[in-house]
C-alpha cells in the first residue's frame, strides 16, 4: 500500500523560503522507474504541476518556476523535499506529493497516489 | 491562464453520458498520447482515472473513458451517478513537464 504524506510550515512570510518535505511508504525511490512529484491548487483554482525527481536523481521542473524551485530526495528516509524561494502570497495553495505510476514492471507519465495535501499560505 | 483549456462546466441527469473536452496544442497534447485525467471531490485529493489516453487504473469504474483527436483528448462519463459530481482535470506529458487543464466542475441534476 502506497502512502505520501507532505509537512511543513502552514504559513510563510512573503520572500521567505517554502521547504515541504514528502514523506513515503510501500515503494522505494530506488527502484528503476520510479518518480515523486509535487503538485500544488491555489484555494479554488486549478492544479499546477511543479517538479518531479526520478529514482536516478534526474529532475524536472516546472520551466515557469524552474528558478525558484529545488527538489532532491533521500532514498534511506524515503523523504522527497521540495525548496521553493521568494515566496509570494500567489503562492497560497494545497501542496501535494505524488507517485508517478508504475505497474507490473512498467511506468507511466501520470500520477497514482496523492499525499492528503497541505496548505500553505503566504502571508505577513 | 492553463495550458491546456477545458470547459468550466457540464451537466447531465443521472444515467445520461457526458463529455469533457481537453484542447491543448501541437506541442503538448496533440504530439503525445500521455494524457491523463483526475477526479477531485471537494476538500480531497485528485483520483487517477484515466492515463495515456484511454486506459483505467484497476479499481476504476469502465463508465468512464478517454479518448483523443488531434490537439483535443476527451473524457466520456456514462450511466452518470451522483457520486459522478466532482472537478474533473486533464493533464499532458510534454517530453519535460506536466501541464493540467484549468478543470471542469461536473453537476449532476
Known amino acids: 500500500q502506497i502512502t505520501l504524506k507532505e509537512s511543513g510550515p502552514t504559513l510563510v512570510k512573503p520572500t521567505q523560503t517554502l521547504t515541504l518535505t514528502c514523506t513515503f511508504s510501500?515503494?522505494?525511490?530506488?527502484?528503476?522507474?520510479?518518480?515523486v512529484g509535487w503538485i500544488r491548487q491555489p484555494p479554488g483554482k486549478a492544479l499546477e504541476w511543479l517538479a518531479l525527481?526520478?529514482?536516478?536523481?534526474?529532475?524536472r521542473y516546472s520551466p515557469s518556476l524552474k528558478s525558484r524551485l529545488t527538489i532532491t530526495k533521500d532514498t534511506s528516509k524515503n523523504q522527497v523535499v521540495l525548496t521553493m524561494t521568494n515566496m509570494d502570497p500567489v503562492d497560497t495553495a494545497t501542496y501535494y506529493c505524488?507517485?508517478?505510476?508504475?505497474?507490473?514492471?512498467?511506468?507511466?507519465?501520470?500520477?497514482?497516489?496523492w499525499g492528503q495535501g497541505t496548505l500553505v499560505t503566504v502571508s505577513s | 491562464q492553463s495550458a491546456l483549456t477545458q470547459p468550466a462546466s457540464v451537466s447531465g441527469s443521472p444515467g445520461q453520458s457526458i463529455t469533457i473536452s481537453c484542447t491543448g496544442t501541437?506541442?503538448?497534447?496533440?504530439?503525445?498520447?500521455?494524457v491523463s485525467w483526475y477526479q477531485q471531490h471537494p476538500g480531497k485529493a485528485p483520483k487517477l482515472m484515466i492515463y495515456?489516453?484511454?486506459y483505467r487504473p484497476s479499481g476504476v469504474s469502465n463508465r468512464f473513458s478517454g479518448s483523443k483527436s488531434g490537439n483535443t483528448a476527451s473524457l466520456t462519463i456514462s450511466g452518470l451517478q451522483a457520486d459522478d459530481e466532482a472537478d474533473y482535470y486533464c493533464?499532458?506529458?510534454?517530453?519535460?513537464?506536466?501541464?493540467f487543464g484549468g478543470g471542469t466542475k461536473l453537476t449532476v441534476l
Open positions: 505524488t507517485h508517478k505510476y508504475c505497474s507490473g514492471g512498467s511506468c507511466y507519465y501520470t500520477f497514482d497516489f
Open positions: 510501500g515503494f522505494s525511490l530506488s527502484t528503476s522507474g520510479v518518480g
Open positions: 525527481i526520478y529514482w536516478n536523481d534526474d529532475k
Open positions: 501541437s506541442s503538448d497534447l496533440g504530439s503525445y498520447n500521455y
Open positions: 495515456d489516453v484511454s
Open positions: 493533464s499532458s506529458y510534454t517530453s519535460t513537464n506536466w501541464v
